[in-house]
């Protein structure tokens, strides 16, 4: 690999990065990767081309599992509230927002935010002045981030207990590692391990892996490192494919309450009774 030192300063921690590699960006642009030489991360050099890469939609023509991922979202999500007994959550990045209404449709007090799309299956609901969520997820958005240190405050700025998030770790998997995604333009930082325990400890939290790309950040308390404990076995153990399947078959009666708001809110807006 091209080693090349230079100026630009890690995102993440503040550290000196060198250049391992470059390639070429949705066709037309020249991406240049760095690598942390304090945290490991990974990541492009001024993506310039960002706003371009989400014009068309906030889904790549490359991301063909993103219903299949919701599912498995949606379970991994219930399984953690269920754990912690929360009811509120806030979904970062949400997209078309399946996982909120996923959630709500089970009688959840869930939400989405997405800067990039109009969450079309939520977008009827947003949080009442006051609200705060005691869980927020963020499926698959870490990688987007430009600045995760800013992001990853604007999150914990809602204090919640935890933090459910997913990304593939930067390993040294080199430059025909699949989820560099330079045809897309959209996936612009890689972390490693030691870089996600830096981003947390350094705000108070702790960060668990449930999985190879499943992570939870949460409050250090002696509680929630007995809770983050059983989750880490349930979401790894022989039980976690009987258990995804229970919750996904679960009723949903947050459906015909969430249809009742919504008529409420419409004929408030056309002066109906």
Same mark, same amino acid.
């Given at each position: 690999?091209?080693?090349?030192?230079?100026?630009?300063?890690?995102?993440?921690?503040?550290?000196?990065?060198?250049?391992?590699?470059?390639?070429?960006?949705?066709?037309?642009?020249?991406?240049?990767?760095?690598?942390? *030489?304090?945290? +490991? $991360?990974?990541?492009?050099?001024? !993506?310039?081309? =960002? #706003?371009?890469?989400?014009? %068309?939609?906030?889904?790549?023509?490359?991301?063909?599992?993103?219903?299949?991922?919701?599912?498995?979202?949606?379970?991994?999500?219930?399984?953690?509230?269920?754990?912690?007994?929360?009811?509120?959550? *806030?979904?970062? +990045? $949400?997209?078309?927002?399946?996982? !909120?209404?996923? =959630? #709500?449709?089970?009688?959840? %007090?869930?939400?989405?935010?997405?800067?990039?799309?109009?969450?079309?299956?939520?977008?009827?609901?947003?949080?009442?002045?006051?609200?705060?969520?005691?869980?927020?997820?963020?499926?698959?958005?870490?990688?987007?981030?430009?600045?995760?240190?800013?992001?990853?405050?604007?999150? =914990?700025?809602?204090?919640?207990?935890?933090?459910?998030?997913?990304?593939?770790?930067?390993?040294?998997?080199?430059?025909?590692?699949?989820?560099?995604?330079?045809?897309?333009?959209?996936?612009?930082?890689?972390?490693?391990?030691?870089?996600?325990?830096?981003?947390?400890?350094?705000?108070?939290?702790?960060?668990?892996?449930?999985?190879?790309?499943?992570?939870?950040?949460?409050?250090?308390?002696?509680?929630?490192?007995?809770?983050?404990?059983?989750?880490?076995?349930?979401?790894?153990?022989?039980?976690?494919?009987?258990?995804?399947?229970?919750?996904?078959?679960?009723?949903?009666?947050?459906?015909?309450?969430?249809?009742?708001?919504?008529?409420?809110?419409?004929?408030?807006?056309?002066?109906?009774?």
């Amino acid at each position: 690999m091209d080693l090349e030192g230079g100026t630009l300063k890690c995102r993440v921690c503040t550290g000196e990065t060198q250049t391992l590699f470059t390639l070429p960006i949705m066709g037309k642009y020249e991406g240049t990767y760095r690598q942390c *030489l304090e945290c +490991g $991360t990974l990541q492009v050099e001024n !993506p310039h081309w =960002l #706003r371009e890469a989400y014009t %068309d939609s906030h889904l790549t023509l490359l991301d063909v599992g993103a219903l299949h991922r919701g599912m498995n979202t949606w379970a991994g999500t219930h399984l953690i509230m269920d754990i912690w007994g929360f009811t509120r959550s *806030l979904d970062w +990045g $949400t997209g078309d927002g399946l996982l !909120p209404r996923y =959630l #709500r449709d089970r009688g959840f %007090d869930a939400y989405g935010e997405d800067k990039y799309s109009p969450r079309t299956h939520c977008r009827a609901f947003t949080p009442p002045p006051g609200w705060t969520p005691q869980i927020i997820t963020a499926w698959e958005v870490w990688e987007h981030w430009e600045n995760p240190g800013e992001e990853l405050d604007k999150i =914990l700025s809602h204090n919640p207990e935890v933090h459910l998030f997913s990304t593939e770790l930067w390993r040294g998997q080199g430059r025909d590692w699949g989820y560099l995604a330079p045809t897309e333009g959209q996936h612009i930082t890689f972390y490693t391990p030691d870089a996600l325990r830096r981003m947390s400890e350094s705000r108070g939290y702790a960060v668990y892996g449930l999985g190879r790309e499943t992570f939870i950040m949460f409050r250090r308390t002696e509680q929630n490192m007995i809770r983050a404990h059983i989750a880490t076995a349930l979401w790894n153990g022989w039980r976690w494919e009987s258990l995804r399947g229970t919750l996904l078959n679960s009723s949903a009666p947050g459906i015909g309450r969430d249809a009742g708001i919504v008529l409420s809110q419409m004929k408030g807006e056309r002066g109906l009774k």
